[in-house]
């Protein structure tokens, strides 16, 4: 080994916004063997441990390297709540931003709900984070950071009473992923790995407004997860005055790229997932269910409907659950496998479309 001064690296660097390649890349340029770089991560996603200098496969001048070279620096936890359901709403400060992150136990997983942004610029007329505005991307360290300190909370806490570990992990908090993709598509490599966090391709969810180029991205950079394509109408008329930003991209352009994920696409099983918010006398009547059924392959997509979660300040209503029952029916008789997303967390506003964080310095579209 060669280099072991200080500041090796122009500028020090994220330990959790680095994934595997890139680690070995730097142990390599300082002719260290590359199997480093799993050690690493093997001690910081494993065993949850931070502090590099208790590793005794580290020798002394790796651990010097090391400090002078990177920061382990994840966002302030700084509020939970915790609901009669045993979801917990977790709340991060990030400068002075906040953005928050669910955990949902069930009785054979835990599923973690993540947030790609602070704030959401896409806007939608039904969801609390969209009406909070934007202020910018998160980084891949403030990612991977909301796991790795809800493992860390777990962990301690099983020592007590059991929490069931997360199992799943979807991009279904604050923000679109896809207009993050260059951070999203190393956390899933951190996700992903075996001496990450070691999550399955099966097990990692994608929800997106649906934006062509970005799921064309997706899988041009061969990123394999479930993907689910928050539709939320049959036709472009009542998308774009519940979604304005919709009028950006036409629906058939939007199916036209899922198509080709979903053949591209192993962790889908050939079968993707179209999100549909049950918005009362919007979206939700019989001949909008006929029409959804028109403009979608049952033998490709499944349908998972989402009763609206209303927020403070929001001016739609719920269906009626009979309403989305009938809904539900009208698309199973038309071959489609359906679902109905339990409402969670809802005394907490952890539900879907509930997250607000706090967004200040927006940013506008326009
Ligand atoms: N931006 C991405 C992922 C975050 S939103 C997306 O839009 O898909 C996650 C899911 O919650 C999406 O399907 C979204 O449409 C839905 N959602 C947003 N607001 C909601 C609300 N008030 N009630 C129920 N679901 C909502
Ligand atoms: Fe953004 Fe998704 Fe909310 Fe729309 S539903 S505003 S895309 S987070």
Not at 129 to 156: C, D, P
């Amino acid at each position: 080994m060669i280099l072991m001064k200080s500041n090796f690296m122009n500028k020090k660097i994220n330990f959790f916004s680095a994934d595997k390649k890139q680690l070995k890349k730097i142990f390599i340029s300082i002719e260290e063997k590359s199997f480093r770089a799993e050690q690493m991560m093997q001690w910081i996603y494993k065993k949850l441990n931070k502090n590099i200098e208790k590793n005794s496969n580290f020798s002394k001048k790796l651990k010097i390297f090391i400090k002078d070279n990177f920061t382990f620096n994840l966002p302030d936890l700084i509020k939970e709540k915790n609901s009669f359901d045993k979801t917990i709403k977790w709340i991060f400060k990030i400068e002075k931003q906040k953005i928050e992150t669910i955990y949902i136990p069930e009785k054979n997983r835990a599923t973690l709900c993540i947030s790609s942004q602070i704030g959401c610029l896409v806007g939608c007329q039904f969801c609390a984070t969209g009406m909070q505005g934007f202020n910018r991307n998160l980084e891949t360290s403030e990612i991977i950071g909301q796991i790795w300190i809800a493992k860390k909370i777990i962990k301690n806490r099983s020592l007590k009473k059991k929490m069931h570990p997360i199992t799943n992990i979807v991009f279904m908090g604050m923000g679109e992923p896809l207009l993050n993709l260059p951070n999203i598509t190393k956390a899933i490599s951190i996700i992903k790995d075996k001496n990450g966090f070691s999550i399955s391709k099966r097990r990692i969810t994608i929800s997106t407004v649906g934006i062509p180029k970005g799921i064309d991205q997706l899988r041009l950079l061969k990123i394999d997860v479930i993907l689910a394509i928050s539709l939320h109408a049959p036709n472009e008329k009542i998308r774009s005055i519940i979604i304005p930003f919709s009028k950006k991209y036409s629906i058939h352009s939007i199916l036209k790229s899922a198509e080709r994920y979903r053949i591209f696409s192993k962790a889908n099983k050939k079968i993707l997932t179209i999100e549909y918010i049950m918005i009362k006398n919007i979206n939700d009547k019989k001949e909008h269910a006929l029409e959804l059924s028109k403009i979608l392959k049952s033998q490709f997509f499944k349908i998972n409907l989402i009763p609206f979660n209303p927020f403070f300040g929001s001016f739609y209503q719920r269906s009626d659950l009979n309403n989305v029952k009938n809904f539900a029916n009208i698309l199973k008789k038309k071959n489609f496998f359906v679902t109905i997303r339990k409402v969670r967390g809802e005394d907490i506003q952890a539900s879907c479309g509930q997250l607000v964080g706090k967004v200040i310095n927006k940013i506008s579209l326009k």
